[in-house]
């Protein structure tokens, strides 16, 4: 019975290891994500301005309605890779958070006798 017990209070001890583990990894995703929600912001802004700049600058309407076409497709490009570039980041972040729980887990299956 004693053992039985140990077993227990060293399954729960590896448990909140893991957890604190995987919530540690989940901070770190999530302050990658900030910082790239930070950087990209940043640089959006910074393109805003020059375009707005530039067409400012045209000549013609039709010049400015070319640079407006233009930005337009690059703004949606980048959108659209930043979008592609935060589902990674969240993926790494969810693998990660999730890696302190597949030893455990294992371990867990092995002693209950799961599928062989």
Excluded: C, H
């Excluded at 640079?67 to 659209?80: D, H, L, P």
């Amino acid at each position: 019975m004693i053992k039985s017990f140990e077993d227990v209070q060293d399954y729960g001890k590896q448990g909140f290891e893991a957890w604190v583990a995987s919530a540690t990894a989940m901070t770190k995703g999530f302050q990658a994500v900030a910082a790239e929600t930070a950087e990209y912001s940043k640089k959006s802004f910074e393109k805003g301005t020059a375009a707005f700049q530039e067409m400012m600058a045209a000549k013609s309407l039709d010049g400015a309605l070319a640079v407006q076409q233009r930005v337009a497709q690059e703004t949606y490009k980048g959108f659209v890779d930043q979008m592609n570039k935060f589902n990674e980041l969240y993926a790494a972040a969810a693998k990660e958070a999730y890696r302190p729980f597949e030893a455990q887990i294992a371990q867990f299956t092995n002693r209950v006798g799961g599928p062989k």
